[in-house]
Each structure stands twice: as C-alpha cells, then as structure tokens.
C-alpha cells in the first residue's frame, strides 16, 4: 500500500525548533518530488515547501523562508522538515504530499495523515 | 488572503448541480499551469479529486467534472449525495515558483 506517514510534531515554545518527518512505503520513494503543507486550525491549505527526487531543487514559501529547511533521505525513504525560529503563526497540521509525475505543476497525489504542531508559550 | 480566489461555501440539495469556481491570474492558472482539486472531509487529510484541470484519478465517481479557461476553472458535482459534504481546495502553481492552494470552499448537502 502507497503511504506516507508523518510524525515529529509536539508543543513547542516560540523561537523553538522541531524537525517533522515523513516515512513513505509501497512506492520507489527516489523516484518522487515531494512538498510540505501545513493547514492551521479551522483555516485552508498552505503550501510550504518543495523538494526534487533528488533534493537538488527546494523551493520554500515566503512565510517559511530563512526559518525552515527541507531535505531528504532517499535510502531511508524519508522526507524531513527542519523548522526553527517558530512563531504562532506556525501552528498547524503538517501534511507531506507526494508529486504525482515529473512537471512542477503535477497534482499532489497522495498525502499523509498529518501531524500537528503547537507554538505556545 | 488566497492568491487564487474560490467562493468561502456553496451549497446544494440531494440529486442536484453545484460548481465551485477558481479564479487566478496571469502568472498562475493563465499562465498556462494546471489546476488541481481536492476534497477534504472533516478530520481527514485532502484527497486528490481532480488533475490536471479535467482528469478523474480511478475511483473519483465521474459526477465530478473539472475544466479549465482563462485564468479560472471550475469544479462540478453533479447528483449531489450526502457524502460529497466537505471543502474543496484548487491548487496550482505560480511563476515565482510557488505551488497555491485556493482558500476552500464548504460545500453543504442540503
């Protein structure tokens, strides 16, 4: 079965890091340009960043920029995010989401369960 | 506020037809990217819907139609069920190299 499953997320004070990661099975992970996206409480979709197959190519959104970092094991099948400096503003679930095919506008086609991180004092 | 623009809710009784529209701009969907749909139950991670403006992944029931033109398109679901109540989320894809998502759109079964 095709499945990505997240963990990492917690209570985290502001200014504090966490680092999220993604573990994917029944696909050749390698093969697959991968992306975070985060939905906070009660709010839409958020798109957070962007990694190639081969981690050669990140994109990060604004919002996220300079602060957190995207990144890839391909022999452990894992995708990670590294955030630091965290705000408020940053609470939310975690979703990592799998490019469908090889173009930079292909669907997300499969999506983990999500994890949720909590910036509170 | 979203870069690309869908009503916050629309809504629909059984057995009818409701569009949720999605408008972007010259640098996004008119720029020729592809725009993609989701479906988000309640307490669920999205589940892609549409791709590739018009295309139905298998086992997407063929009441929901995606099309494309201009810098907008649309999404339509057709005999409405109590099952289609959720929010739906367009995506696309920017020319600052972005990926977007629409603000969503709840739709309610009547």
């Known amino acids: 079965e095709v499945q990505l499953v997240e963990s990492g997320g917690g209570l985290v004070q502001p200014g504090g890091s966490l680092r999220l990661s993604c573990a994917a099975s029944g696909f050749t992970f390698s093969s697959y340009e991968m992306n975070w996206v985060r939905q906070a409480p009660g709010k839409g979709l958020e798109w957070v960043s962007y990694?190639?197959?081969?981690?050669?190519?990140?994109y990060y959104a604004d919002s996220v920029k300079g602060r957190f970092t995207i990144s890839r094991d391909n022999a452990k099948n894992s995708l990670y995010l590294q955030m630091n400096s965290l705000r408020a503003e940053d609470t939310a679930v975690y979703y990592c989401a799998r490019v469908s095919g090889s173009y930079l506008d292909d669907a997300f086609d499969i999506w983990g369960q999500g994890t949720m991180v909590t910036v509170s004092s | 506020q979203s870069v690309l623009t869908q009503p916050p809710s629309v809504s629909g009784a059984p057995g009818q037809r409701v569009t949720i529209s999605c408008t972007g701009s010259?640098?996004?969907?008119?720029?020729?990217?592809?725009v993609h749909w989701y479906q988000q139950l309640p307490g669920t991670a999205p589940k892609l819907l549409i791709y590739?403006?018009?295309n139905r992944p298998s086992g997407v029931p063929d009441r929901f139609s995606g099309s494309k033109s201009g810098t907008s398109a649309s999404l339509a679901i057709t005999g409405l069920q109590a099952e289609d109540e959720a929010d739906y989320y367009c995506q696309s894809y920017d020319s600052s190299l972005s990926a977007l998502f629409g603000g969503g759109t709840k739709l309610t079964v009547l």
């Open positions: 010259s640098s996004n969907i008119g720029a020729g990217y592809d």
């Open positions: 590739g403006n018009s």
């Open positions: 990694i190639s197959s081969s981690g050669s190519t990140i």
